[in-house]
């Protein structure tokens, strides 16, 4: 069978830049599981990716699809024909819905009998049959949030498009793709190469792009030249210099405006550098997309690095009108630090008051005054100065009036901590306030200071309490007011610093700090389900079991520390060469427990009543193991208590082999169930691991 590379590419306006990778990595995804699905085989997959485009290459890729012979099954034999060898009415209807006659039939045997059946071959479909199908499915399976329409056409997309390339080898694959007749031409660089280019086959795409097109289409190549002009240009201002490459994912988007990218280095004005770093940094990096320049000793440079997308014959000039539009944010930076600072975090109170948090829960004065409360009320809990926490909580949105965050609203709570330094406070209260919206994102660094911590904590809190109060509870994809995220940095913080504190007293203090009425009467338990949820997907992201999350969850801790201590313990326990006996035994007391309803005559155990000596020893391990383990477990060694029960099997299991629990004698039966709830308790100390499961 013959077989050739396909290429698919959406020619479009300028595509968004920090999604431009998930959409091309999903193109290709969705285009390669439909062909699989299509049965068309082929050898590999690639996507490409620019500010214009979005391009799959499939490597390979077989013509058609594979003929197939597909086997239909009639009525039984007996029931086809009569005694004269005619068809009977049911075999006669069984051909019609063929389209054969009887005679055509054959004869299926197998185990179960013989049938009347036809074996019919089936020509596999071509790719030019397929292909518009499966194009067309994985662009409307692309994650778009909103797609838009132009001109009066139906297609809908991301961005408007302007042509569409499928091409198998050499041939055009017939179709309209989102409203555009598939061709064989493209336009290369906007300024470099305008005109429309044609591609003669699907392999010279990325080549013909290149050369004549002035497009680096590969995005993964784009990115790492990228990286590379970078890194070369910030050696050519010092040896001792590079360029700043925050995040991949800025890396990404900065890949995301650029078909051809050119670095190239300005420099600003070194008195700009008595602005807090992180302004510069927003400022040049947020802003502008630029790199910043960081030097000898970790020292940030008067330099940046921007990606131009074009190869421009006077870069002197590209770089010069660069310079001068950081130069001019800069400028405002410095004149909203110099104005803000005239006036002090505490003076800017009263302007809170008319700034509304939401509709139904006051203002932002009301939230300081919670926060203030509840940051003191935590900093009790884990023994950290309160009045610094009280304080921290009431100054901690004051920086939202400022000039500066209107500017760069990126930098709230920064900008608090710098203006709380500059007012005289305390910078333990400063840090806090820089601290309190740690971790921002998803593995995002947390807080710091333990008061950082606390108003971190304080802050999310409150909203939580705040949104479910009023029943703004998140619900599928919709999330307005991050409550998910703001949940997991709540327990990210708890568990990742070591902080002993009960959610449910400190969530019911916090609905306690609301003057307004909250609607939902279910606030606490609510949130304490909702967190919990957070808490198992976290915990399935780092191969944390269901089972072993399940283990715990079912004793309601609502102290998060506390129950990750005992999530470790079980996911240890669960290794241990005892621990599917001992989770069988569990699961055997537990469902012996839950059926026994009648009413027990006895309160404690009688030795007299024992009859077997299984039920001695295992009396006797249960009075032995029962001081050792309440110890261990009222200091939190929770791994150290289930070494301790695992030297359980063999009693329990000699117990089980010889004991009947359910015996007539009333006096025994009683007996050996206040056994197995002493038994049951034990384990009960740590986590239920009746709910484990064992391979």
Known sequence: MKHDDFLVEIHTEELPPKSLRKLGEAFSQHVQERLQKAD??????????????????VKDLAAAQPDQVIERKGPA??????????????????????????????????????????????????????????????????PIPKRMRWHDGDAQFVRPVHSVILLYGDQIIDAVILGCRANRVTQGHRFLAPGWMTIPAAAAYVSLLKTEGHVMADFAERRETIRQQAMACAKKIAADAHALISSEEFLDEVTGLVEWPVALSGQFDSAFLSLPEEVLISSMQDHQRYFPVYGQGGKLLPYFITISNIQSHDTHRVIHGNERVLRARLADAAFFYDTDKK???EQRLERLKGILFQAKLGTLYEKVERLSKLTA???????????????????????????????????QGTMGGYYALSDGEPHAIAQAISEQYQPRFAGDELPDSSLGQALAIAERLDTLVGAFGINQIPTGDKDPYGLRRAALGILRILIEKRINLDLKETLTFAADCYTVKLENAEIIPSLLTFMQERLRAWYQEQGITPDVFAAVASLGITNPLNADERIRAVQAFKKLAAA?????????????????????DSHAINPAYFEHAAEKELALQLETKSDKVASLAQAGKYDEVLLQLAELREPIDNFFDHVMVMTENKAQRENRILLLHQLRSLFLQVADIAFLVIY
């Open 377 to 411: 009320y935590i900093a009790a809990k884990i023994d950290i100065n309160t009045e610094h926490a009280a304080r921290a909580g009431l100054l901690s949105k004051s920086d939202l009036t400022t000039n500066m965050v209107g500017e760069f609203p990126e930098l």
């Open 40 to 57: 068309l085989s082929f050898t590999g997959c690639q996507f490409f990716a620019t500010p214009r485009r979005l391009a799959v290459l």
């Open 580 to 600: 599917e006996a001992l989770s069988a035994a569990n699961k055997r007391v537990s469902n012996i427990l839950s059926k026994y309803t009648d009413k027990l």
């Open 343 to 345: 006036e002090s975090l």
């Open 77 to 142: 034999l007996a029931a086809a024909f009569d005694a004269q060898g005619n068809p009977t009415p049911a075999c006669v209807g069984f051909t019609r819905s063929c389209g054969v006659t009887p005679a055509e039939l054959i004869t299926i045997k197998n185990a179960q009998g013989e049938w009347v059946g036809l074996q019919q071959k089936t020509t596999g479909k071509t790719v030019q049959e397929i292909i518009p199908s499966i194009v067309d499915q994985a662009l409307a399976a692309l």
